[in-house]
């Protein structure tokens, strides 16, 4: 990763424009909060406002672009959303058809951005705490994966929580949970903890988005609420056109993670 962690997001985002970063952000700009992106025209951007504050955990709104605008003023002024993500993807209809790494021939004057928390805005305190974080370790995507647990519905929107997954020692757990519980507004304590087939995960070595990692002995898988549950939905719902982010390829915003702990 070179020295990526301690840059300043908006070098890494200049990095990121150039297409000299083109993989997940996870551990870049170390201490600064990381965002999804949902893309929808103005005349789907209601229900799915509506659906993120319906859905607080998977989908906790860091910010909302003006139509039209694509420029993520609160959290990042100058930024540019169409070109400050490493990897897009172009969901239409429904369908995944296309992931690219600059949209600007895809925006539209009516288009809405939504910025969505991202658990790795919470793993710098955790590896403060001295908490392993094995997608970091091993230089890969955090491992994500469909559920069978449901989202609230709002208007068109509707589908299945996607949760990121954490090995961790039991004891690690545990205290991982007090962390994320103080960062509501990047999903904030796990969901579940243990079992995966209890919501719905068939088989932990083949997550649906992103990379398997290690899971050692004496180690529990832990999950959070993922803001990849848009492109779940996508998939369901099917508006005309969604853009996203790429699984793990995040907007890097220039507010420090401070700001959204409770404590």
Not at 5 to 25: A, C, H, N, Y
Not at 43 to 69: I, M, W, Y
Request: charged fraction near 20%; include cysteine; charge should be negative.
């Amino acid at each position: 990763m070179g020295n990526y962690e301690s840059m300043d997001p908006k070098d890494i985002r200049e990095l990121i424009r150039k297409q000299v970063i083109t993989g997940p952000t996870a551990g870049m700009s170390k201490g600064y909060t990381q965002a999804n992106l949902v893309i929808l025209k103005k005349e789907h951007a209601f229900d799915f406002l509506l659906f993120c504050q319906r859905n607080p955990k998977p989908c906790p709104l860091l910010d909302v672009t003006e139509p039209g605008s694509f420029s993520p003023s609160l959290i990042a002024e100058g930024a540019d959303i169409r070109k400050d993500i490493p990897k897009y993807r172009i969901y239409q209809d429904g369908v995944f058809t296309e992931e690219v790494a600059d949209i600007t021939e895809y925006w539209e004057d009516d288009m809405v951005g939504f910025l969505i928390g991202c658990s790795f805005t919470f793993e710098t305190p955790l590896l403060e705490s001295g908490i392993p974080v094995r997608h970091i370790e091993e230089n890969c995507n955090v491992p994500m994966y469909k559920t069978n647990i449901p989202c609230q519905k709002a208007g068109m929107f509707e589908g299945p929580t996607v949760v990121s997954m954490r090995p961790m020692t039991p004891v690690d757990a545990i205290r991982a949970v007090q962390i994320t519980s103080r960062f509501p507004a990047v999903h904030g304590a796990p969901i579940h903890i243990g079992d995966p087939s209890l919501i719905g995960i068939p088989d932990i070595s083949k997550p649906d988005f992103g990379d398997a990692v290690t899971i050692k002995e004496g180690e529990i898988p832990v999950f959070w609420a993922c803001g990849v549950t848009p492109q779940a939905v996508a998939m369901e719902s099917k508006p005309s056109i969604m853009i996203t982010h790429g699984p793990g390829c995040m907007f890097i915003s220039d507010i420090k993670d401070e700001k959204f702990s409770v404590l």
